[in-house]
């Protein structure tokens, strides 16, 4: 490809910067070949000129798209170029806050000078077992590829540490060993990781110091082997040191510190162990002070000096040899202060003063001469051939030699520390491989370097050569197996500088001969090299300016050395007087330091010392020549670099680079001069230098497609990916060689990703211009037809309103006429109505008043004689009137008087608050009261109106009457004219009356108006009686509004704080089951441990020699309630189980502690009651020996009172007997009287449960009656069998005879006995089988009788059944007895020639008879208990009997009679238990347990099936009230399902298989336990069968705990199985195909990695999950543990995921957060699908959805950060922070997140109190419980299938 292709209008170039070293310009128009002069724009938009070499015609180098920066590794970039590795550090390093990068195989770490949150536990183990690749660059990554290499290629590794001082070198090693400490652990019990990591403080105290480029600058060189076993455990470790700076003990440089260990022993001078050392502050001691900064900002001397001392300890160290250290060290202190002055009269003689303090506290303190000690700092001896001279020193050689003492003493000790740290750290067994992490300077280069620069530097020189090999070798590698035809790569290689400093000849070469001239000297040695090198190498150089110097071009930069000092340093002289004085110390440590038997060599296993001091004398011995002390420190620089080099190249090496930012240790702020110079030096800018050479941009075919498809067109796209990038590519790049086709990869040059790139951009670009212009083309078009369709509708509108104008126009002229017709026809109308209505009017009017004229004379007449009629009336009742009028005014003024007065009295009372209050009080009673008297007053208003409607009415009535007179009057006128003087008596009266009616109408106008006033004055009082109530009531209702208000407050805040509480209760709860889970899971685990070590010692013992004890020999008077019971393990194990019980008594078995102690009091018990036992027997057994006739005696009367013992337990029994048959026959009788015959009819409830329960005590006295009987016979015999006990005399006194016999001890009559014993012999053997054969004749007739027995007894129960059940008993009494009688004749038959079987027959009779006695008190319980029971079962047919009534009809009382009836013997039912022999728990717990397969189980019977089993077993132990047995029962369960979990612990089948029926058990125990709080949920039936004897709450502790630990491991195994999942499927795979274009990462795959072992999808994380909720929904677990499992399984996930996005850059997209919010959709889909939305699995997921969303929203503006601060409520400010930070785009379209919207975030959530915690911890269980759940399944209904090969159970 052409430059003129590339260097184009707007591209971007570098171009040299004297301040930033490279900076960015674009160009302004096209490059053609022949220009001299580029036009460029820089960033500040100041244009210039870049003018071309015209003899090179080199171009500035070309800058990455934007696209490429900031990626994870170096090589990655199109253009690899110092400026594009500088640019990619630089926005990684400030912009991303990355300080991590790979740079091919180099990992360059740059110090952040700041604490960061990425060396957690939870970091490593995120990266542990991940691949190098995958994750971003870490020093974990390299420790972990390193140690991934050694155990799969099985070789050793080593990581190189590198970079100048205050790089963090130190640190990067230090986290690397953490590393190895926590991902391998410990072989052994020692805490081998532990010790290693300890052993950085104490060589960081002894061998850093502070410098004025680093705070803990280290100044020697180390490498430590960290050793590992087969199984990749660390075993130990080994530490080698280089070149220890020992000139900084007696000199430091401004600004710069002396080693630490001297600061933090004078900063704990004040500690009282310290005193004898007499210490001062650090600024009084000439060593510790020539730098003037004895104090490092932020560290605390003292506190590391006790970290310093505890690590000691921790690695062997003890006290005495501590304080030995500490006393060496002080020594060195006060030696810098010991004073040396010079003779005033002899300049080559000097003194120290007498008394010296500080030399006497030097001597005190080693223990040495003060005397010689100060002789010999100031003189020396010289040996010549025949004599010794002892000559004085002048002052500045004594304080030389006084400082290499110093230093001497210093290095001595250093070395002798750094060999009991490696004795420490030493391997307690055999070393298989190691990986070795050497922590060494780097390239060193000041303004005046001396001999430590120089070999610094030669150190580099060789690393770099290796490095450059290495670099050289892999890159060879990669062609090779890819089959690329490669060309060999020209790379730099420094072995001629190398040659210059060590060949023969070479500086170190003429610098050791030099040092050996008597008289050699820098300036000698100088012209030495002038001559030798100067003109002959290119690489050396002299100073123009200078005779004592040199200059050698190393690799990263030319160096000038000062020759002064070189062979002073190179010597490293002491003198042997010094040294003699120092090894006579009282001090041992000081003495071992210095003994010549045993030279304290540098940790290097038997190799040469590094910076080993020579003891120069003036004449060496002849003798014992010392090879040690020949050698120069320069020779064993070169040895022992020899031997590291040697090491390394037989390892597999990792690099890592450290880069210092900065030299004034600011946090985070990046230098370019001094980044680009180190990248120089450490070899980086090599790498980048080999990969360009070549093909640095790799990428396989597949990803090549997916990245590039939008340059191929469809007829291009083949199904071979192969042929089709081939063929894309030989269209797209015109020169093949810029490209080469390898087996999986497509290899490019330099520039041609970026090529392809712009090409990409290019496509992406005219595509999104045509999609804009199409989008914009349809916008306008949609526009336009919006205003099209706008105008038509405005037109239709305006049409429409201007007719609808129109039409109302011409409604309204229509209206108009038409209003006019109908208003001129009204108003003719209204004027013809006027005049038609006044005629009328004028008619009516004239008619009417001739009408009352006329009516008005007439009625003149009738009133005139109505008058006449009435007046006389009036007259009287006027009389009346006036009397009653009087009267009851009368009464009126006095009550008018006394209701003033009550008035005035209440008027008074009311001013008074008590009568306000009591007023108040009955105000409601007065307002009744008042209501009351104004009802009254109604009423009495109501009647005088009626008295005066009736006046009225009579008035009526006698105006009638009158007008009726009147009348008369007028037919009889002439009557009437005759009595004219009668009408004027009754005009009077009328005048009366109608003065009367007056006065009467005045008083009732009186009483109305007194009515209405006191109406008014009633209503008033009233008005303001309902006024105050009012008030009263508003404040009453204001009151009760405030108290509700207040109780509402009150209720809300109680609620509000009791929620509150609740929650934090809630979260107590969480936190401490999660504690006691969490405990128990560390229970289990060191359970198994135990149980692993029992097995390892097992395995021990069994290789061992000697005597093993076996079942044989084995105790067989073990207790069974031994807490380590065998029945736990199969028979096979018996041996191996019995030994480990005798190897570790003190341990049995840790599975059933809950009952460890009472089972051990238990056993206590009962070998205490076995030894009485024991001792009780004894002592029988002796009395029983001492005197058998008392003992007879003694039998006798004991007999005698066993029978009547045993006749009054008959007595007894019979009446009880008696009684409880006579209790029922008063039941039958109860039943048969009762007046209800249907309540005990055949068929009713009642009759059942009686039958059932009759049955149920007939038996029992059926039994009762024939024991009784059994007894009785028994007891005639024996006092029939009384006279035939003189006959057992006789063989008693055949035994005393014998033993005195054998007591007179004849020995003569031995031999005559031998020969009667062989015919004694003969004859018993004739007399058995004589007896033998009597037997068996006796035997054919007992079988012969036992056949006629049987007969006879078949008859008579044929007989019986015929009989009635009272007939029934007594004659089965009858014939027991007879049968018993018979029976004993028989015996005494039998036995009458042998007493000695009668006797035992008697014996066995009187055990019988016990055991019956016995079962007698037994029965006597019973009988009390079914007395009891007939007596509640009587109160329930009583119920029963009257609700049996009620609800018969009399119909059927009458249609059925009532016939007595037969109770037949009924058979038991089910009751829910298995019966199993105790031999047979072994084979229960083999077949239910251990060889049980859950397949088989879950798919064909019921779930849970043998947690019903084992409970039923259980049951029926319980029934039983064998408390042994549930011990056992229980235990033995316990142990099995442990045990078969242990074998098939990754099985989830399993494990969830035996969850499930752990947690069944768990319910059926709480469900059967009697509790009320379980019963409540059972059946009736159920309660039936709940536990009678025992309380197993401890047991479902135990039980629920192992449940526990089953849900803690189930956990595991699916993280097991989800683990490998989860990344590629969540984040790697593209659910929606092309929505994530890879970006052009160009990673390399190391060689060393780990090909993937498939390709996991979202679809197999689905599946997974259905595979494991459809097994668990077989084996039928708690939906609500189901839940809990889904949870902790979404959780998994989700953590899982975040973690890896937080950890890898190339995850944080915008579009790969929309696959992540895809696939987290699809999981919340199958939530719903299952659900399971309810089971909080959801919520887990939510910092993996709001990381998602912060990678799809807006990051620019402050709305954009708020937004993000409200949304991302479950990110912690860590992971929202370190999201932005890592976020890349994809595309050139996306665009970065500034580092001030970052800042924005940071600053809005710096109030947000959450964990500084980066990741999420992936290992967090959340606490489970098991909510009750009980079962409605009912246990007499579960059938035990056949193929489950149990049928040794039984039903019971």
């Not at 790049?733 to 990869?745: N, P, V």
Request: hydrophobic share 35%; charged share 30%.
């Amino acid at each position: 490809m052409a430059a003129s292709e590339l260097f184009t209008k707007f591209a971007r170039v570098w171009i040299p910067d004297s301040v930033d070293v490279w900076k960015s310009a674009e160009l302004l128009k096209d490059y053609k070949p022949g220009d001299t002069v580029l036009h460029l724009k820089s960033e500040d938009d100041q244009e210039t000129q870049y003018r071309i070499d015209p003899k090179t015609q080199e171009l500035p180098p070309l800058r990455n798209p934007d696209i490429l920066v900031g990626e994870n590794d170096l090589t990655a970039l199109s253009y690899l170029h110092e400026p594009a590795v500088l640019h990619n550090l630089k926005v990684r390093f400030m912009d991303s806050k990355l300080i991590y990068t790979y740079c091919g195989i180099v990992l360059v770490a740059i110090n952040p000078y700041e604490q960061l949150p990425i060396y957690g536990e939870d970091i490593i183990n995120a990266y542990s077992g991940q691949n190098m690749g995958d994750m971003d660059p870490h020093i974990f990554a390299v420790a972990e590829e390193a140690y991934k290499q050694m155990a799969r290629d099985e070789r050793n590794q080593s990581i190189i540490v590198s970079g100048e001082s205050g790089a963090g070198k130190t640190v990067s090693a230090k986290y690397a060993m953490r590393y190895f400490a926590t991902v391998s652990g410990s072989a052994s019990e020692a805490n081998v990781e532990e010790k290693v990591l300890a052993s950085n403080p104490i060589m960081e105290s002894i061998g850093n110091a502070k410098t004025t480029r680093n705070d803990n600058s280290s100044r020697f060189g180390k490498y430590i082997e960290i050793g590992f076993d087969k199984k990749y455990r660390i075993t130990g470790a080994n530490m080698r040191t280089y070149l220890l700076e020992k000139s900084r003990v007696v000199f430091q440089a401004e600004d710069e510190r002396n080693y630490h260990i001297l600061y933090q022993l004078c900063a704990s001078k004040h500690l009282p162990e310290f005193k004898e050392l007499r210490l001062s502050h650090a600024q009084n001691f000439n060593y510790t002070n020539l730098g003037g900064s004895p104090v490092i900002e932020g560290i605390d001397d003292a506190k590391e000096m006790m970290n310093t001392r505890q690590a000691c300890t921790l690695l062997g160290i003890n006290e005495s040899y501590q304080m030995g250290i500490f006393h060496i060290l002080a020594a060195i202190l006060h030696l810098g202060n010991v004073t040396i002055k010079a003779n005033d009269r002899d300049a080559e003689n000097c003194f120290i003063p007498p008394n010296m303090e500080h030399l006497i506290i030097f001597c005190d303190l080693l223990g040495v001469d003060y005397e010689q000690m100060a002789h010999w700092l100031c003189h020396r001896k010289i040996i010549t051939g025949s004599e010794t001279y002892i000559k004085p020193m002048p002052k500045f050689q004594a304080l030389n030699a006084r400082d290499a003492l110093a230093k001497h003493i210093y290095a001595s000790l250093f070395n002798w520390i750094v060999h009991h740290v490696n004795r420490a750290l030493r391997a307690s067994v055999k070393q298989h491989s190691f990986i070795g992490v050497l922590d060494i300077y780097g390239f060193e280069t000041f303004e005046i370097n001396s001999f430590e620069q120089f070999c610094i530097n030669y150190a580099n020189e060789k690393l770099q050569q290796q490095f450059n090999m290495h670099v050289f070798k892999l890159e060879q590698e990669e062609y090779m197996k890819e089959q690329i035809p490669w060309t060999l790569i020209d790379f730099y290689d420094n072995q001629p500088c190398i040659n210059l400093i060590e060949a023969k000849l070479g500086i170190l070469d003429l610098l050791d001969e030099e040092c050996k001239m008597p008289k050699g000297s820098d300036d000698t040695w100088a012209q030495k090299l002038y001559n030798t090198h100067l003109n002959k190498s290119a690489l050396f150089h002299k100073p123009r300016m200078s005779n004592r110097a040199f200059i050698i071009q190393h690799f990263a930069d030319q160096v000038e050395y000062q020759c002064e000092g070189f062979l002073e340093k190179n010597k490293d002289t002491v003198y042997e007087e010094q040294i003699t004085v120092l090894k006579a110390s009282k001090l041992s440590l000081l003495a071992e330091l210095f003994q010549e038997e045993k030279q304290v060599s540098s940790p290097t296993e038997g190799r040469p010392p590094v910076a080993r001091a020579t003891v120069k004398s003036a004449k060496p011995r002849a003798l014992q020549p010392s090879k040690e002390h020949k050698k120069s420190v320069g020779h064993q620089f070169r040895n022992s670099l020899h031997l590291l080099m040697e090491t390394l190249n037989a390892t597999t090496p990792h690099y890592v680079r450290c880069i210092k930012p900065n030299d004034d240790k600011f946090a985070f702020t990046f230098d370019p001069k001094r980044a680009v110079q180190q990248l120089r030096a450490c070899g980086v800018l090599e790498t980048i230098r080999i990969s360009a050479a070549g093909f640095p941009s790799r990428w396989t075919y597949q990803e090549f497609f997916n990245r590039y498809r939008v340059l191929m067109k469809q007829k291009d796209v083949l199904s071979d990916k192969k042929l089709t990038c081939k063929n894309v590519l030989e269209k797209l790049i015109k020169d093949q060689d810029k490209y080469q086709f390898g087996k999986t990869k497509i290899f490019f040059r330099a520039g041609q990703v970026a090529y392809l790139e712009k090409l990409r951009a290019d496509k992406l670009r005219v595509a999104c211009i045509r999609i804009q212009k199409t989008i914009r083309s349809w916008l306008q078009r949609k526009k336009y037809l919006r205003m099209r369709s706008a105008a038509i509708t405005i037109q239709r509108y305006v049409r429409g309103y201007q007719a609808r104008c129109y039409a109302q126009f011409l409604r309204r002229t229509r209206a108009a006429v038409l209003i006019q017709k109908y208003q001129r026809m009204y108003a003719a109308r209204q004027k013809f109505l006027r005049i038609r209505s006044a005629t009328i009017v004028i008619q009516s009017f004239v008619r009417g008043f001739r009408g009352r004229q006329q009516y008005k004379a007439i009625l003149r007449e009738q009133k005139a004689i109505i008058l006449q009629k009435h007046l006389r009336g009036w007259i009287a009742r006027r009389k009346y009137s006036r009397t009653h009028h009087a009267i009851v005014y009368l009464q009126c003024c006095y009550r008018r008087m006394m209701a003033k007065r009550e008035l005035k009295k209440l008027k008074i009372e009311a001013r008074s608050v008590e009568h306000y209050k009591t007023l108040n009080i009955g105000m409601e009673n007065k307002i009744v009261q008042l209501q009351c008297k104004v009802n009254d007053q109604t009423k009495e208003m109501k009647s005088l109106l009626e008295k005066l409607v009736s006046l009225e009415t009579t008035y009526t009535n006698e105006t009638e009457k009158l007008r009726a007179e009147v009348d008369r009057l007028r037919i009889n006128e002439g009557s009437i004219k005759l009595s004219s003087n009668k009408i004027t008596c009754l005009m009077e009266e009328i005048a009366i009356l109608r003065k009367e009616l007056e006065e009467t109408q005045a008083q009732k106008k009186r009483l109305e108006e007194s009515a209405d006033k006191y109406k008014e004055e009633t209503d008033l009082v009233v008005f303001q009686l309902k006024e105050q109530n009012a008030l009263l009531k508003n404040e009453k209702e204001d009151l009760n509004r405030r108290i509700q208000e207040q109780a509402k407050e009150i209720t809300e805040s109680m609620e509000r704080k009791n929620e509150e509480e609740t929650k934090q209760l809630q979260i107590d709860l969480n936190d401490e089951r999660s504690r006691y889970q969490s405990l128990l899971n560390e229970f289990c685990r060191l359970e198994e441990r135990y149980d692993n070590l029992k097995e390892e010692m097992s395995l021990v013992s069994i290789t061992k020699p000697g005597h093993r004890r076996t079942d044989s020999t084995h105790s067989s008077n073990e207790s069974e309630y031994t807490y380590n019971s065998l029945l736990s393990s199969e028979p096979g194990e018996s041996e191996d189980v019995t030994r480990r019980t005798e190897e570790f008594p003190e341990q049995k078995g840790a599975l059933d502690m809950s009952l460890f102690l009472k089972l051990q009091k238990r056993v206590t018990e009962l070998e205490q009651e076995k030894q009485a036992l024991q001792e009780e027997l004894d002592g029988k057994e002796e009395q029983a020996l001492r005197s058998k006739k008392e003992a007879e005696e003694q039998q006798l009367k004991a007999r005698g009172a066993e029978l009547e013992y045993e006749s009054l337990k008959r007595q007894e029994l019979e009446s009880e007997n008696k009684k409880l048959k006579n209790e029922l026959n008063e039941l039958h009788r109860a039943l048969t009287d009762k007046g209800t015959p249907q309540a005990t009819a055949p068929g009713s409830p009642a009759y059942k449960v009686l039958l059932d329960h009759l049955n149920a005590a007939t038996e029992e006295l059926e039994v009762r009656k024939e024991e009784v009987l059994i007894l009785r016979s028994q007891l005639v015999s024996q006092k029939e069998a009384m006279a035939c006990k003189e006959t057992m005399t006789e063989p008693m006194v055949l035994l005393e005879d014998v033993r005195k016999m054998k007591d007179q001890g004849e020995i003569t009559q031995a031999f005559l006995g031998l020969k009667e014993t062989n015919r004694l012999l003969e004859s018993q053997l004739q007399g058995q089988k004589k007896v033998y054969e009597n037997e068996l004749e006796i035997l054919r007739g007992e079988v012969q009788n036992l056949k006629e027995e049987i007969n006879r007894q078949q008859q008579l129960l044929a007989q019986n059944l015929q009989l009635p059940p009272e007939a029934r008993i007594e004659a089965s009494l009858q014939h027991e007895i007879t049968r018993l009688t018979n029976e004993n004749l028989y015996y005494e038959e039998l036995y009458a020639d042998d007493p000695m079987k009668y006797q035992f027959y008697r014996i066995s009779l009187y055990k019988r008879i016990i055991d019956l006695m016995e079962q007698l008190e037994k029965q006597d319980k019973t009988v009390r208990k079914l007395k009891k029971q007939l007596k509640v079962f009587a109160k329930k047919i009583g119920e029963l009997e009257v609700g049996q009534t009620e609800n018969v009809s009399p119909a059927q009382l009458t249609d059925e009679p009532i016939r007595p009836v037969n109770i037949p013997r009924k058979e038991k039912d089910f009751q829910g238990m298995l019966e199993y022999k105790k031999d047979d728990e072994l084979k229960l717990i083999k077949n239910l347990i251990l060889e049980l397969k859950p397949r088989g189980v879950a798919v064909n019977l019921i779930p849970g099936l043998p947690a019903y089993i084992l409970f039923m077993c259980v049951r029926h132990a319980d029934y039983i009230n064998d408390d042994q047995r549930v011990r056992s029962l229980l235990t033995s369960t316990i142990n099995g399902i442990k045990k078969i979990l242990k074998k098939r612990s990754d099985d989830f089948e399993i494990v969830s298989f035996w969850l499930s029926n752990t947690c069944r058990f768990l319910h059926c125990l709480k469900q059967y336990s009697g509790e009320e709080a379980f019963m409540k949920h059972n059946t009736p039936r159920q309660n039936d069968h709940c536990l009678r004897n025992f309380d197993l709450a401890e047991y479902r502790q135990v039980i629920s705990d192992l449940a526990i630990q089953i849900y803690q491991q189930l956990t595991k195994v699916m993280e097991n199985v989800l683990q490998p999942m989860i990344v590629s499927g969540m984040l790697e795979h593209e659910t929606i195909q092309g929505v994530s274009g890879l970006k052009p990462t160009g990673l390399r795959k190391r060689t060393s990695s780990v090909a993937d072992e498939g390709t996991y999808t979202l679809d197999s994380i689905v599946r997974q999950l259905n595979n494991f909720h459809s097994t668990m929904c077989q084996h039928g677990m708690d939906p609500e543990l189901i839940k809990q499992i889904v949870k902790q399984m979404f959780y998994i996930i989700g953590s899982v995921t975040l973690n890896n996005l937080l950890l890898r850059k190339d995850m944080c997209s915008w579009s790969k957060g929309m696959q992540i919010r895809y696939n987290v959709s699809q999981l919340e889909e199958w939530l719903r699908d299952k659900n399971l939305q309810t089971s909080g699995a959801k919520e887990t997921l939510e910092p993996l959805i709001q990381a998602a969303q912060l990678l799809q929203v807006k990051k620019k503006t402050d709305e954009d950060a708020e937004a993000i601060c409200s949304m991302c409520s479950a990110l912690t400010t860590a992971q929202i922070v370190k999201v932005l930070n890592l976020y890349t785009p994809v595309n050139e379209f996306e665009e970065r997140v500034t580092a001030s919207f970052i800042r924005t975030i940071q600053v809005r959530l710096q109030n947000r109190k959450d964990s500084p915690q980066l990741l999420m911890d992936a290992k967090h269980i959340f606490p489970v419980t098991f909510p009750f759940n009980p079962s409605s399944l009912a246990l007499e209904s579960i059938q035990i299938p056949s193929s489950m090969n149990l049928g040794f159970l039984l039903r019971v």
